[in-house]
């Protein structure tokens, strides 16, 4: 393939890798050019005639801003032509019958179920069955997922699939069977999840919620999946200004402190399955942010206040700001309270805002216009590049989610980045903010020691390689 010499050595690397491969995965730590290695490689395909178009999957916001700014950006994208699916059902299903007049088709996962239905009509031999890409394909790792079991349904109508991702396995081994299944269309581990978790994995309680692999089994998992990925070495990785995370612990003052131990001991009552115990532990998460919903689940966000150390807390970052500051929260009733301090029209990306006010605020933020950006992780945890509008960011709460506390700090700590990243969490002491704070990084732990392997493994394959060439 063609290298490009505004490219990274790496970034060509991976490049190479994608050409070469009719099925792959990119495992590649946020900010390392996974959009762009994937476009040159999408490029040199329709330039050598191996393929006539391609359909690119990715998170909602990623597919309307990151994969057309990423075409714009670089010289020898630009030539790309493409159309993003948007608007109501008519008006996409007239764009995707108008496919064939371009060469990238790039669709929101929000609306993968109705693409799917709609290229049923649509014959094998198809431009829209030529290479499939999956941005975050890690968001496809539940095995009971609509989207996903869709996907794997038909993935072996493209004749080339390729998925990329920052964190292939953010949880456990059990998270690398469906991007697997959807990419290699069952050739590594067959079709069935439970057949294929049975054979590699024990249960951890009679109900079967948690599982644990077997002695010896992640390593093996591990070396069977390696083939299919490319990745970064240790040396290849972006140099990075520092990232800095403060940890800022508050106390529940006695009458929230009461509350929250009545809620445990509450909670503690009798066995409490999987269901009830994310309940429970969200009751909690609650009070720790100093507030409780009185409905059950919140739906009309009724709700009674603990405390106010977190708002007061945040009252202070705000004021002590030096720069542009991203704000994370977690509830509807978090964001109230950003909103009491920084007024209602407060720019911010979270569920109800629409996609061209979303694409505005991500403008306006790299430009340096907003002071302050209130984001929930799930809406902002993947794929947009908000480096260029500030480095500094804060948490109300940690997350639960490991994949989401290092994707959200990513959208700061990635390639483009020319400041020390500050992020600081409020974490009140003695509760369920301890445990999530932990998890997060026992979790990170492990899918950095499985990058590793990666790592190892790769090189170790390319040293083969080597000595069968001399």
Not at 243 to 255: G, M, N, Q, T, Y
Not at 350 to 365: F, H, K, L, T
Request: contains cysteine; charged residues 25%; glycine residues 6%.
């Amino acid at each position: 393939m063609r290298q490009k010499s505004e490219l990274r050595p790496y970034q060509n690397r991976i490049a190479d890798h994608l050409y070469a491969h009719d099925e792959a995965l990119c495992v590649v730590r946020p900010g390392g050019g996974k959009t762009v290695s994937a476009l040159t490689a999408i490029e040199e395909l329709i330039l050598d005639k191996v393929i006539r178009h391609a359909i690119i999957i990715a998170p909602k916001r990623v597919a309307r801003s990151v994969w057309p700014d990423e075409i714009e950006q670089w010289a020898h994208a630009a030539g790309l032509t493409y159309q993003v699916l948007k608007g109501g059902p008519m008006e996409r299903d007239m764009q995707l019958r108008s496919a064939h007049q371009y060469q990238l088709t790039i669709v929101g996962i929000d609306i993968v179920g109705w693409l799917l239905e709609q290229l049923e009509r649509y014959a094998d031999d198809h431009c829209l069955f030529d290479l499939l890409v999956i941005d975050e394909v890690s968001k496809l790792r539940d095995p009971t997922g609509k989207r996903a079991k869709m996907l794997a349904k038909q993935a072996k109508r493209w004749r080339m699939r390729w998925g990329l991702t920052g964190t292939l396995r953010p949880n456990s081994a059990q998270d690398l069977f469906m991007p697997a299944r959807v990419i290699m269309d069952g050739k590594l581990w067959g079709r069935s999840f439970y057949d294929w978790q049975k054979k590699h994995f024990y249960p951890l309680d009679r109900n079967g919620y948690n599982w644990a692999p077997l002695p010896d089994h992640e390593d093996q998992l591990n070396a069977e999946i390696s083939p299919w990925i490319v990745t970064l070495a240790d040396d290849e990785m972006p140099q990075l200004p520092q990232l800095s995370v403060i940890v800022d612990r508050i106390e529940l003052p006695p009458a929230a402190r009461a509350s929250y131990h009545e809620m445990e001991e509450r909670l503690a009552i009798g066995d409490i399955v999987a269901a009830s115990a994310a309940v429970a532990t969200g009751k909690l998460a609650q009070i720790a942010n100093g507030f409780l919903y009185t409905e059950e689940d919140g739906a009309r966000g009724t709700s009674v206040v603990v405390h106010d150390e977190k708002t007061q807390w945040l009252k202070d970052i705000i004021e002590e700001a030096s720069g542009p500051t991203i704000i994370i929260y977690e509830f509807r009733e978090d964001l109230r309270e950003i909103r009491k301090l920084l007024g209602e029209d407060v720019p911010y990306l979270g569920p109800g805002v629409i996609d061209s006010r979303s694409e505005g605020i991500i403008r306006n933020w790299n430009v340096g216009k907003i002071p302050f950006l209130v984001m929930h992780p799930a809406s902002g945890g993947h794929g947009l590049n908000l480096q260029h509008g500030g480095s500094d960011m804060c948490w109300m709460s940690p997350t639960w989610s490991p994949e989401l506390w290092e994707q959200t700090i990513a959208r700061l700590y990635r390639s483009g980045q020319t400041r020390p990243v500050m992020v600081r969490v409020c974490v009140a002491a003695n509760t369920v903010d301890v445990m999530k704070l932990n998890r997060v990084h026992a979790k990170m732990s492990a899918q950095e020691a499985f990058e590793q392997y990666l790592r190892d493994a790769q090189s170790e394959r390319s040293h083969a390689n080597e000595q069968r060439c001399v």
